[in-house]
């Protein structure tokens, strides 16, 4: 095994797309590199490195995104877009992983990403970005590759199966049943057709807040890519422009 020369506490700013990130190296007793990522007082991506270059994979441990990830913040300047910073940061993060430590090769998750609605009730990213683009968030955006690929595709077809079923009610039970005490659901009837598919219905409504459809995942997808496990692959990382990368003295 070649250990890789690291010692104590490393500490890089990242600039990429107008927006600067802090980036901490932490040298776990020459095991393992722990990679943090995010605002000063903020660990919003987590990466662990085995010290051993053999071992071409890493693993993204959390992924927890807010405005205080990005150093500057409260720069008035920056328009945040929640999606697209989310896409920056772990670029940026893979990036530079992969510039200091080039052995690796592919980044492992798991997918256990939420959206917290305006009710404060929680989806899963993964089965809203299926539902609604027919691949999850990470295929979209990361090009990543589910680590069984046999389970994802069950889970898939299954989930297709759902969306396809009519929903055999009339507009009033519908929205009785799953719009009641929902303000601003009335606005709703007219995408509303008895019989029409799940996901006819969903893709009528996606632009709006979670909580208009989040009943409808609870009660008719009963399948969940949530929890499965992917891979990205360095080489299908595309970014506009390289990020520029400045050692932090303290």
Not at 35 to 42: A, D, H, P, R
Not at 69 to 77: A, G, S
Not at 109 to 134: A, H, P, R
Not at 166 to 181: A, G, H, Q, R, V
């Amino acid at each position: 095994m070649t250990k890789i020369k690291f010692n104590g506490i490393n500490k890089y700013i990242i600039e990429y797309n107008l927006k600067s990130y802090l980036f901490t190296i932490v040298n776990d007793r020459n095991k393992y590199y722990t990679i943090y990522v995010g605002g000063k007082n903020n660990k919003c991506i987590t990466i662990i490195v085995e010290n051993n270059i053999k071992n071409i994979f890493a693993t993204i441990q959390d992924i927890n995104y807010n405005k205080k990830c990005i150093l500057d913040y409260k720069n008035k300047k920056h328009i945040f877009e929640k999606n697209r910073d989310m896409v920056d940061l772990i670029k940026c993060s893979i990036t530079l992983t992969y510039n200091i430590f080039q052995h690796i090769k592919f980044f492992t998750l798991t997918d256990n990403t939420t959206i917290t609605c305006k009710n404060n009730e929680k989806i899963y990213l993964s089965d809203f970005y299926y539902c609604k683009y027919g691949k999850t968030w990470y295929e979209k955006n990361f090009n990543a590759l589910p680590f069984n690929i046999d389970t994802v595709n069950k889970i898939k077809k299954n989930i297709d199966i759902e969306l396809s079923h009519p929903l055999e009610i009339t507009s009033n039970k519908f929205f009785k049943n799953y719009y009641k005490n929902i303000n601003g659901s009335n606005n709703l009837r007219n995408n509303y057709v008895k019989n029409m598919s799940l996901k006819s219905f969903l893709h009528k409504i996606f632009n709006r807040d979670c909580i208009y459809y989040y009943k409808l995942f609870k009660n008719f997808i009963k399948n969940t890519l949530y929890g499965t496990d992917w891979i990205i692959d360095i080489n299908n990382i595309k970014i506009n422009k390289e990020p520029n990368i400045y050692t932090l003295n303290e």
